[in-house]
């Protein structure tokens, strides 16, 4: 059975970062996409960033360019997503989830989801 777990959420000032973690068990994930995704109070959930495991790309919805990185540890079966120059339309729960094959953005298309990280961003 998959288990994500996230951690690292929080309360910050905009400008600020914070890095969300998400430790995955319960399968050999080599074959897996992740993905990082969010959901603000009365908004649909949306994709934030996804990384292959396998061979490590990445992809990015356009409002986190450049200020947002997804990143994985292997050895570790971790996840990470590095957040910088928060704003206040950041603040969401943030989930990680993960699917079988490639990375695609549709959150429906991802089989396994996180219990969620509230981050918070102050103006």
């Known amino acids: 059975q998959v288990q994500l777990v996230e951690s690292g959420g929080g309360l910050v000032q905009a400008g600020g970062s914070l890095r969300l973690s998400c430790a995955a068990s319960g399968r050999t994930f080599s074959s897996y996409a992740m993905g990082w995704f969010r959901q603000a109070p009365g908004k649909e959930r949306e994709f934030v960033a996804l990384?292959?495991?396998?061979?490590?790309?990445?992809y990015y919805r356009d409002s986190v360019k450049g200020r947002f990185t997804i990143s994985r540890d292997n050895a570790k079966n971790l996840v990470y997503l590095q957040m910088n120059s928060l704003k206040p339309e950041d603040t969401a729960v943030y989930y990680c989830a993960a699917r079988t094959g490639s990375m695609v953005t549709p959150s429906r298309a991802y089989d396994y989801w996180g219990q969620g990280t509230q981050v918070t961003v102050s103006s």
């Open positions: 990384i292959s495991w396998s061979n490590g790309n990445t």
